[in-house]
């Protein structure tokens, strides 16, 4: 081959790259992302040079500089009007810059924010050699019980890994409900998943369960995964594009312009219907409905008790963000298909929840149980396929999520010589012995319970009304029939507490830094505000429940 022809061949095929447009990025609207996601890389780089006497101390301060930082600029996109009249589709067409991602964002930066707090706790466990500890383990990569581990624990280490995987999970969550297309949803999926997985396995105390309840979730997580892939894939083979746009289209039959080698699998339903079936079900995995449940109660028990409250907030908030943009911007035109399996799942869901609550005799599997109530509830108003149903959702996740770190705070406070004390029998007689902290956690179960004057009733009674006007009322009535059956053990714990002897063996209060006490200080005062003067905040979601198409 002549050197002229070599020549042509590269100039050639060199022609069509130098036309490769430069990807358009709208730094300011992905701000909030961009925040986080820096400061946890500034966060792993503080791990390699910061020494480690001050490393605690430089990684809270910069965790909650970027969580309160990116929070401000959702803020200031909101007051900007990109969650109502500017709202749109950012960075090529892979995130969705609108209402209900924005408010979402701001629920899990705030969540993220109150975990930060919890994460940084070191008042409650007595010092160790001098020094005060966390809830995590001296030196993770160390054997539980081994030399190295006692010789961390004796040097007083600390991992303060922890706070660049919380903002790393923070990042991923702010991506996964503003996702636009299926592999920056997948993307997404991984990037939170990854440091949640790894969170769960770095309890100071009962590293064994803590590492177990770890492994659970990571191959359940990895399965669930596994399937959201799959489905992904198939609706690829279906619609020709991971798009939500243009899957939207080929479902409603509006679509132009097919390419000619997708046109033999274009409209193919039984690809259509097995996907979204997989995708789904990789969210509902993350939202802990029944039948994916199965990882709930274990985690929870076992994760390092800030951990859980973190994951149990921020993870469904994420989730359920996802779930709404899929069914409601991908799938209406699906409406028919995925309502009556949705509503079967969130019957199953409500009352499975509620019944084995009943027979929980650890608090934390108790709350687990309760979490996964809580799913069924909102699928209620994602079951409600209308605006109402929307802006429901986002209140009840809103309300929810403060709560829950609120109430797993109090968990921590709780302690005996093993570390918490999270057996029910324990708590018998908390009232009388520590009559504020178990009013606190009171208020806190009188949410979950729905009961009025709590965020919990304001929030039910949005999901519920919106699921009754969009024509599932046999899902209402077994919602109100799980709630009654819910508000009997949230109340035995109440009895539990203020009506028992308090037992001479009984745990102690730990006296908590600020930092807990400001958590479980906005996770009451939220709760209340929201249940007496929920309005501004309903007519809040209700601004930002239109989804930009």
Not at 19 to 33: F, G, H, R, V, W
Not at 146 to 151: G, N, P
Not at 520 to 535: D, E, F, K, M, R
Request: charged share 10%.
């Amino acid at each position: 081959m002549s050197a002229t022809a070599v020549h042509s061949l590269w100039t050639t095929a060199a022609d069509p790259i130098s036309k490769i447009d430069a990807p358009k990025i709208e730094y300011a609207q992905l701000s909030p992302i961009l925040i986080v996601i820096g400061a946890a890389i500034v966060g792993v780089l503080i791990e390699a040079f910061v020494p480690r006497k001050s490393r605690y101390y430089v990684q809270v301060f910069v965790s909650a500089v970027a969580l309160a930082a990116a929070f401000a600029a959702v803020v200031a996109l909101a007051a900007g009007g990109y969650g109502t009249t500017k709202a749109h589709i950012a960075a090529m067409g892979a995130i969705a810059v609108d209402g209900p991602a924005l408010f979402l964002q701001g629920t899990i930066l705030l969540a993220g924010l109150l975990g930060v707090f919890t994460f940084a706790e070191r008042r409650l466990d007595p010092e160790a050699h001098g020094n005060r500890v966390d809830s995590f383990a001296a030196q993770a990569a160390s054997v539980p019980g081994s030399d190295s581990e006692k010789a961390a624990v004796k040097a007083g280490f600390t991992t303060t890994e922890v706070f660049p995987l919380l903002l790393f999970a923070v990042g991923g969550m702010l991506i996964f409900p503003a996702a636009n297309d299926l592999l920056t949803l997948f993307v997404a999926l991984e990037v939170f998943s990854l440091p949640l997985y790894l969170l769960c396995a770095v309890a100071r105390r009962k590293r064994l369960l803590s590492q177990e309840a770890a492994v659970k979730y990571f191959l359940l997580g990895a399965f669930a995964s596994a399937f959201t892939l799959f489905g992904i894939a198939l609706l690829y083979g279906y619609a020709g594009s991971v798009s939500y746009a243009t899957i939207s289209q080929v479902v409603d039959g509006t679509i132009q312009n097919v390419d000619p080698a997708l046109a033999d699998t274009m409209g193919n339903d039984a690809l259509l219907l097995i996907g979204v079936a997989m995708v789904v079900m990789g969210l509902l995995f993350k939202v802990g409905a029944v039948p994916f449940h199965m990882w709930t109660p274990d985690v929870y028990q076992g994760a390092p008790t800030p951990v859980t409250g973190f994951m149990a907030a921020a993870t469904k908030v994420a989730a359920f963000g996802a779930l709404l943009r899929l069914l409601y911007v991908v799938l209406p035109g699906l409406r028919w298909d995925w309502r009556p399996v949705m509503m079967a799942v969130a019957i199953v869901t409500m009352l499975g929840g509620a019944i084995v609550a009943i027979t929980q005799t650890d608090i934390k599997r108790l709350l687990a149980y309760s979490s996964i109530a809580h799913a069924g509830f909102i699928l209620a108003g994602v079951i409600a396929t209308s605006p109402d149903g929307v802006s429901s959702v986002l209140f009840y996740l809103g309300a929810y999520s403060f709560v829950t770190i609120g109430a797993f705070a109090v968990v921590t406070l709780v302690r005996d010589a093993g570390g918490e004390a999270t057996h029910l029998s324990k708590w018998a007689g908390l009232g009388r012995r520590s009559p504020l902290v178990a009013a606190v956690f009171a208020v806190f179960l009188l949410a979950f319970a729905g009961i009025p004057l709590t965020s919990g009733f304001a929030g039910k009674f949005a999901v519920f009304k919106a699921a009754a006007e969009g024509g599932a009322g046999a899902l209402v009535v077994v919602g109100v029939i799980s709630s009654a059956i819910a508000a009997f053990f949230y109340i035995r714990v109440i009895v539990l507490m203020f009506f028992s002897e308090p037992r001479p063996d009984g745990p102690t209060v730990a006296v908590p830094s600020p930092l807990t006490m400001t958590a479980i200080g906005v996770g009451v005062a939220v709760t209340l505000v929201l249940g007496v003067a929920p309005q501004y905040f309903l007519d809040l979601a209700g601004q930002a429940g239109v989804f930009v198409r």
